[in-house]
């Protein structure tokens, strides 16, 4: 029964920098797949970034390619997710989850449902 915790997030202007950290209890982190799922208002929840359990791959949905970095340090069984030239359109409830997906691939890391555990949210909001 893995807990999660997302902090980091805060107001930030156009063009700033944030890095959302995700720590995780247990002692089999490094067993779990971690992503990052974001949630604006009105808009249903998308997909932003995963990790394997090793760290060596990863994926990013389109729109934050090359702008937003995930990372995990398995001996601080915390997953980052580094945002960088931040957008009012990131503007969500950012959440990260955790699960023993069977296969790492796109399709499969990028669905929700594959998720088991789920942190509360943290707030980002880009405005000027």
């Known amino acids: 029964q893995a807990q999660l915790a997302e902090s980091g997030g805060g107001l930030v202007q156009p063009g700033g920098s944030l890095r959302l950290s995700c720590a995780a209890s247990g002692r089999t982190f490094s067993s779990y797949v971690m992503g990052w799922f974001r949630q604006a208002p009105g808009k249903e929840r998308e997909f932003v970034a995963a990790i394997n359990r090793s760290g060596s791959s990863t994926y990013y949905t389109s729109s934050v390619t090359g702008r937003f970095t995930i990372a995990r340090d398995n001996a601080k069984n915390t997953v980052y997710l580094q945002m960088n030239s931040l957008k009012p359109e990131d503007t969500a409830v950012y959440y990260c989850?955790?699960?023993?997906?069977?296969?790492?691939?796109?399709?499969?890391?990028?669905?929700?449902?594959?998720?088991?555990?789920w942190g509360q949210g943290t707030q980002v909001a880009v405005s000027s």
């Open positions: 989850a955790a699960g023993r997906l069977i296969l790492f691939s796109r399709v499969v890391a990028t669905t929700g449902s594959e998720y088991d555990y």
